[in-house]
């Protein structure tokens, strides 16, 4: 009974409660767009009493677009008809004329003019150092690598990017280092490999680039490997040219070619000094043991190689052929460019990246004709450069004239590249042999010409030859045999004023220039001297001048007026210059041309004197007048117009 109660309370709580629902919805005005909640029951079939969700949209508000008989009144009205295709007809108007505009400025503007691929041995400065004459680090009076690496700051300051180091290999100092004993250690009196890859790894982190005096002509007598030829041992009988008798061939002194052996009982040739014999290069066996040296020092950071004695490479196979000149038979022999083009393929082999190209150049003497010299490129398989020793040869006595003819002798082209050598170690120094001025428009032209300059080292300040020899000398071979002594062209670097210049804490090892204490690095860069551009200065304008692309790779014309030479470079799409040297004792008035038989410039600017630092100078009309060249002075106009 008492369950029965208890059942007809709760319905009467339930009825109790949905009727309170109701009243609450009934005074909630809510909107009919959104959703609600209700309970089963009330207008809604519900079995379970379940809350169900009811969405009512809003009929206050709808939107329909047009229907398809209200659209065909527009398709066939004839307004609507010639809108679509007045519109439709301008679409493809203005698609067309916008296609032929771009056709006709592709056509019509101007190309980027022609930039050849040039390498970095095309376009940098070399920077040659004798290294035992460069720089000291230990106090032994020998220059040495070390010190060159202490010197980085000293290159980036002339802006050059490539040094080109004399023969550093173990040698038996035998007129200087070509006497090789071992092609794979450092001399130690110049350093130790681990100095030497320092000095590399240095290099490349500032982009800079070495290159080694290669010898594959010759070896000294005290190599191990002439020394196993001596006694015959298997694999190496024919490392060398032996003969049975001299045929009469003359060496590059007018010597014997021929050295007789007492230990094979035999001859060798050497073609140079007979302290110097010739390796057989037609020998498999030598090319190999060649090939390894080559990779050895690649893989030490070197960029490339200069090949000595390049001329000397081959001869002729038959050792009993007489001629008479011998130099026929063992000089720029036929079977030189095979050797050649061997190790020209090692080296691009090598070169895996831009900016990481191998290099193989080689200098021959300035006698040289052209021919002799352009068939040493091959067919793109020979030498990348061919640096001529012409100004190296030359002194005061070559007036521009002269110096126009030796130049189209010498002159090479983009695929034929050219360097130009002002001095070296076995010739006296620019400044000796021209006097102070001459020298510095001896400089101008070399590092304006086509190709690539090679500064020796000191030539940039104007150093001169010492005024004596070491005693005894220590070039001591070329004295015994009647040669000029070169110690004066290989005196130490004069960096500053103190009693070793610099160089050395103690006393060099070749007697120091008399003038190191009033020309040096110190001084030059402390004050000009007879109040003109000092040397130092000069070479640095060159070598930024020369980024200029018609110094870089444009055309050359040569070109003489009385006593001044003229040189004319343009690539074309860029300005063009005119590099105007008088050799003469007077001032000269020239008119500003583009080259012989062309037309005058009619405005110019000038970019460089050698007689004074030029800056932002203004443009200078130069149409129907004279250009006054003063006398022993350089001069270099920019065309504008």
Same mark, same amino acid.
């Given at each position: ?5 208890t059942?007809?309370?709760?319905k009467l709580?339930?009825?109790e409660?949905l009727?309170?629902a109701?009243?609450v919805?009934?005074?909630v005005?809510l ?10 029951g009330k ?7 379940? #809350? ?5 949209s809003s ?7 047009l229907?398809?008989?209200?659209l065909?009144k527009?398709a066939?009205?004839p307004?609507?008809v010639?809108l ?6 301008l ?5 067309v004329?916008?296609?032929?505009a771009a056709?006709?400025i592709?056509?019509l ?8 691929d ?8 070399g920077?040659q ?5 460069? $720089?000291?680090s ?17 290159f980036d300051?002339l ?7 004399n023969?550093i290999?173990k040698?038996?100092n ?5 006497g090789v004993?071992?092609?794979m250690?450092?001399? =130690?009196?110049?350093?130790t490999?681990?100095e030497?890859?320092s000095?590399?790894?240095?290099m490349f982190k500032?982009e ?6 290669f010898? =594959?002509n010759h070896?000294?007598r ?10 015959g041992e298997?694999?190496f ?6 003969a ?5 061939? +003359?060496d590059s002194y007018g ?5 007789f052996?007492t230990v094979?009982?035999?001859?060798y040739?050497h073609?140079?000094?007979k ?7 037609r ?12 990779r050895?020092?690649?893989?030490k950071?070197?960029?490339?190689f200069n090949?000595?004695?390049? $001329? ?6 038959n050792l009993?052929? $007489?001629?008479?000149d011998?130099t ?8 030189n460019?095979?050797?050649?083009s061997k190790?020209r393929?090692?080296?691009?082999s ?7 190209e191998k #290099?193989l ?6 006698k040289?004709s052209q021919n ?14 061919i640096p @001529?020793r012409?100004f190296?040869?030359l002194?005061r ?13 010498q002159v090479?082209?983009?695929d034929k ?5 002002l001095?070296?170690q076995?010739?006296?120094?620019a400044?000796t042999?021209f006097?102070m001025?001459?020298s510095?428009?001896?400089?101008t #032209?070399?590092?304006?010409l086509?190709?690539?300059?090679? #500064? ?18 220590v ?6 045999n009647?040669?000029?002594i ?13 009693e ?5 804490s103690?006393?060099?090892?070749? =007697?120091?220039s008399?003038?190191h204490?009033?020309? @040096? ?6 004050h000009?001297?007879?109040?003109s ?5 000069l070479?640095?304008?060159l ?7 018609s110094? @870089?790779?444009?055309d050359l ?6 006593t001044?030479?003229?040189l004319n470079? +343009? ?13 003469g004792a007077d001032?000269?008035a020239?008119?500003v041309?583009?080259g ?5 410039p @009619?405005?110019?600017q000038?970019?460089?004197?050698s ?15 004279l ?6 002075t350089?001069v270099?106009?920019k065309?504008?117009?």
């Open positions: 009974m008492s369950d029965e109660n059942n007809n309370d709760e709580q339930l009825k409660n009727e309170s109701d009243n919805n009934a005074e005005d909107d009919d767009s959104k959703a609600k909640f209700i309970n089963g207008g809604v079939d519900t079995a379970d009493g379940d #809350v169900r969700v009811e969405i009512a009929s206050d508000t709808s939107f329909t677009g229907g398809k008989d209200d065909m527009y066939t009205d307004f609507w010639r679509r295709w007045i519109l439709f007809i679409f493809w108007v203005g698609w004329a916008m296609l032929a056709i006709v592709i056509v503007a101007p190309r980027c003019p022609h930039r050849p040039l390498k970095w041995y095309n376009k940098e400065v920077y150092v004798l290294t035992e004459s460069f $720089q000291d230990n106090g032994d009076g020998v220059g040495d690598i070390k010190g060159i690496e202490s010197r980085m700051k000293y300051e802006g050059v990017k490539s040094l080109w180091l023969s290999f040698s038996d035998v007129d200087g280092n070509n004993i071992d092609y250690e450092i001399d =130690p009196k110049l350093g490999m681990e030497f890859q000095l590399t790894k240095m500032k800079m680039r070495l290159i080694l005096d010898i =594959p070896t000294s005290n190599h191990t490997w002439f020394q196993k030829s001596q006694t298997a694999g009988e024919d490392f060398y040219i032996w049975d008798t001299d045929n009469g061939w +003359k010597k014997s070619a021929w050295e052996d094979r009982n035999k001859y040739l073609q140079t000094a302290e110097f014999p010739d390796l057989n290069l020998n498999e066996k030598v090319l190999d043991e060649l090939e390894k040296i080559m050895f020092w690649i893989s950071g070197v960029y490339g090949i000595l004695d390049a $001329q000397y490479l081959t001869e002729n196979e009993t052929a $007489q001629a008479a011998s026929v038979e063992t000089m720029n022999y036929k079977d460019m095979e050797v050649i190790w393929a090692i080296l691009n090598l070169s895996d990246k831009p900016g990481r #290099v150049i080689a200098t021959f003497p300035g040289f002799d010299t352009m068939e040493y490129f091959g067919s793109d398989d020979g030498f990348n450069v @001529s012409l190296s040869e002194d006595t070559c007036d521009a004239g002269c110096l126009e003819r030796q130049i189209k002798n090479g082209s983009n590249w050219r360097g130009w050598i001095g070296n076995n010739t006296a120094r400044a042999r006097g001025k001459l510095k428009l001896m400089q #032209v070399q590092l304006l086509p190709g690539t300059g090679y #500064v020796y080292y000191g030539d940039e300040i104007g150093m001169k030859d010492g005024d004596y020899d070491a005693s005894p000398p070039d001591s071979y070329r004295k015994e009647g040669g000029t070169r110690d004066r062209f290989r005196t130490p670097m004069q960096w500053d004023n103190t070793f210049a610099g160089f050395s103690v006393k060099p090892y070749i =007697p120091l008399a003038d204490a009033g020309k @040096s690095v110190a001084t030059e860069k402390a000009d001297f007879d109040g551009y000092n040397n130092l200065d070479f640095k304008a070598v930024k001048l020369r980024e200029e692309e110094f @870089s790779f444009g014309k040569v070109s003489v007026i009385d001044v030479l003229l470079r +343009k690539a074309t799409g860029f300005p063009g210059y005119m590099v105007a040297v008088n050799l001032k000269k020239i008119a041309t583009a012989p038989d062309t037309e005058a @009619s405005v110019v000038l970019v460089f004197h007689g004074k630092e030029v800056k932002e100078d203004e443009p200078i009309n130069v149409k129907d007048q250009a006054t060249i003063p006398p022993q350089a270099v106009f065309f504008i117009s």
